[in-house]
Nanobody
Framework: QVQLAESGGGLVQAGESLRLSCAASRSSFGINTMGWYRQAPGKQRELVAKITTGGTTNYSDSVKGRFTISRDNTKNSVYLQMNSLKAEDTAVYFC???????????WGQGTQVTVSS
């Protein structure tokens, strides 16, 4: 079982920045893809960005050019730098990791990001 600890959410004004962090506990099978998803009230959870072990990234069109995902494999950690935040970025952000070999997915408890316009 991989446990995830998220931090960095909060309340900011439009145009400001936030950085989310997520640390995963060690897995005997190793960690594969790491990513961030978000869920706004009344909406489905959606992918924000993900990154493979090798550093290949994938972003939602809505955040391209504003958000940057990165990871530190030595710390089993993934980060999301969010710049130029907009009101529509308001959501609960969830960290997600896929375990190597088993393919199991694990989720963090979520961190609230609120952007006031």
């Amino acid at each position: 079982q991989v446990q995830l600890a998220e931090s960095g959410g909060g309340l900011v004004q439009a145009g400001e920045s936030l950085r989310l962090s997520c640390a995963a506990s060690r897995s005997s099978f190793g960690i594969n893809t790491m990513g961030w998803y978000r869920q706004a009230p009344g909406k489905q959870r959606e992918l924000v960005a993900k990154i493979t072990t090798g550093g290949t990234t994938n972003y939602s069109d809505s955040v391209k050019g504003r958000f940057t995902i990165s990871r530190d494999n030595t710390k089993n950690s993934v980060y999301l730098q969010m710049n130029s935040l907009k009101a529509e970025d308001t959501a609960v952000y969830f960290c997600n990791v896929a375990e190597r070999v088993t393919g199991r997915n694990f989720w963090g408890q979520g961190t609230q990001v609120t952007v006031s316009s």
